[in-house]
């Protein structure tokens, strides 16, 4: 038997869940595939990015795959995000940022050539 079949989700607080529903759909460019007052859940390249309104700010460990590190950093900037990790090149050709959502979560980003987005 298989322990873990692999991530599937990923929590993030949001103690107004109207307002985080519609900053995640505009920064992800996608509609929540579920949306009720008490969990709303985005489909984010096979996985589930889900907002909860009673969790406690995410401070991390958790990092998101992106196609160039460099543009996923700026746009989230853009939406208002804030910077927490510049792009930094980790090694093995990886590279790595962070920033902080608008509702105190912190998203990982992580370009890694040797996983297929």
């Known amino acids: 038997m298989q322990p873990l ?17 519609d900053w995640y759909a505009r920064a992800l460019g996608v509609s929540p595939y579920f ?3 008490f ?3 985005f489909s ?5 990015l889900g907002l909860v309104p009673d969790e406690t700010p ?3 460990g958790v990092a ?11 746009h989230f900037l853009e939406m208002g995000a804030v ?3 510049a792009p930094a ?24 050539p040797h996983f297929k987005l």
């Open 39 to 41: 969990y709303v859940g």
């Open 89 to 112: 090149d980790v090694g093995g050709g990886i590279w790595f940022a962070s920033v902080r959502d608008p509702f105190g979560n912190v998203l990982g980003l992580i370009e890694n």
């Open 58 to 60: 995410n401070s991390g």
């Open 5 to 21: 079949l692999g991530l599937r989700t990923a929590f993030y607080a949001a103690p107004d869940i109207v307002a985080a529903r």
């Open 64 to 74: 998101w795959g992106v196609a160039e590190i460099h543009a996923a950093f700026a």
């Open 83 to 85: 910077e927490v990790k």
């Open 44 to 48: 984010v390249g096979g996985y589930e």
């Open 35 to 37: 949306d009720e007052p």
